[in-house]
């Protein structure tokens, strides 16, 4: 079992950055794949990017790569989504994720092999 905490959400304007953190408690993320999706109002949750603790692997939805990087501190059992050039479609609540049974491929991009998700961090994008 693993808690996962997100924070770091808040009010930008466009083209600024944010990073938000997903901290563990219970048991080390090392053991998991990682994932970020977000949910807009009226929207499914969506995936943004997963992260594989082994060579540091990282993957992302087209819509954000080259704008957005996951990292993660072992040390802080902690994974982080750096946003920068942030845009208004951005916005959403942010959650981070924990799959237990190492999902492959196209199927890590979905919200169903998850076993462990945080409450949510709020991210707002003023145009």
């Known amino acids: 079992q693993v808690q996962l905490v997100e924070s770091g959400g808040g009010l930008v304007q466009a083209g600024d950055s944010l990073r938000l953190s997903c901290a563990a408690s219970g048991r080390p993320l090392s053991n998991y794949i990682m994932a970020w999706f977000r949910q807009a109002p009226g929207k499914g949750r969506e995936f943004v990017g997963g992260f594989w603790w082994s060579g540091g692997f990282s993957f992302y939805a087209d819509s954000v790569k080259g704008r957005f990087t996951i990292s993660a501190d072992s040390a802080q059992n902690t994974v982080y989504l750096q946003m920068n050039n942030l845009k208004p479609e951005d916005a959403a609540v942010y959650y981070c994720?924990?799959?237990?049974?190492?999902?492959?491929?196209?199927?890590?991009?979905?919200?169903?092999?998850?076993?462990?998700w945080g409450q949510g961090t709020q991210v707002t994008v003023s145009s």
């Open positions: 994720a924990a799959d237990k049974d190492y999902c492959t491929g196209a199927g890590c991009r979905l919200t169903t092999p998850y076993d462990y």
